[in-house]
């Protein structure tokens, strides 16, 4: 192919985001040419950009918020992980210039999981919160980890009900009410896949549902999980964030596009520093 190969981020916000350059120190390591844009679209631009991206010889897009059903709807076709949780995160264009639509999230979080813990999900009761288009590409693939229990929490209770409904024959499943939190008992990992904190808040998680030394992962980085983070370090937990599962599901997103599958420590190592949440001490 003559010339970089044309890739992009579509979402809103965009500014902000790691992702070119996580797939150009990925591009690097097979001394693959790209050229990967951040395009800013909402639902109402995303069709007509997408298609003038491909215009312009554009091959592969990631999606984020608020696209990724829309990403999901507009293919032609669609991995399982896509199908399941009715959004994706990547795009490819295929040999028909069809869109094939994959959803690498669940994976990109398992994988940083495994990193992060001491110890395995199977068996263990885990606690989720939010219940939009973050949690629904995730939820699947934390089911499949086998967890003695998985319960889901929302604002709005209607949207946890859905998701048990599309996800309850994965394992065990279950929903808990926003007020009634308190009385869960023995989490070992609560997981945030709310938005709140890019607000400047956390969300409240009653002490007396953990068991000691629980950890807490945020899907967020950078400044969008200082709120959580200083939360957990006032309450014990053992605060992760996400970056490394960004760096995760971007490296399967690459697979897709490229058929290679890159180093993701080296990445997470490079950009760590600059991301990891800033605990500074409260009477500063």
Request: hydrophobic fraction near 40%.
């Amino acid at each position: 192919i003559a010339g970089p190969i044309k890739l992009a981020l579509f979402g809103s916000p965009v500014a902000h985001s790691l992702s070119p350059q996580i797939h150009q120190a990925f591009a690097d390591q097979f001394d693959i040419s790209i050229d990967y844009r951040k395009l800013e679209a909402g639902p109402e631009t995303f069709g007509r950009r997408l298609q003038t991206f491909v215009d312009g010889g554009g091959r592969g897009c990631n999606v984020t918020v608020p696209l990724k059903s829309e990403a999901w709807e507009l293919a032609s076709r669609a991995s399982r992980a896509a199908q399941r949780a009715r959004a994706a995160n990547t795009l490819l264009l295929d040999a028909e210039n069809d869109w094939f639509a994959d959803n690498t999230d669940g994976t990109g979080l398992i994988r940083d999981l495994g990193r992060r813990l001491e110890k395995p999900l199977a068996g263990q009761r885990v606690l989720l919160l939010g219940a939009g288009g973050a949690a629904r590409g995730v939820i699947g693939a934390l089911l499949e980890q086998g967890p003695a229990e998985l319960t889901v929490t929302n604002r709005t209770f209607h949207r946890a009900e859905r998701l048990l409904h599309d996800f309850r024959a994965l394992g065990p499943l279950s929903v808990c009410a926003a007020d009634e939190l308190r009385t869960l008992k023995d989490i070992s990992l609560v997981i945030n896949a709310t938005s709140i904190g890019h607000r400047g808040q956390a969300p409240v998680l009653p002490a007396g549902i953990f068991v000691t030394d629980a950890d807490c992962y945020d899907l967020n980085y950078g400044p969008a999980a200082d709120p959580l983070a200083r939360h957990c370090r006032q309450t014990g937990l053992n605060f992760h964030h996400g970056l490394g599962m960004l760096v995760e599901q971007a490296a399967e997103s690459f697979r897709l596009w490229f058929g290679e599958l890159p180093d993701t420590d080296a990445v997470i190592s490079m950009l760590e520093p600059d991301t990891r949440p800033e605990l500074v001490d409260d009477d500063e």
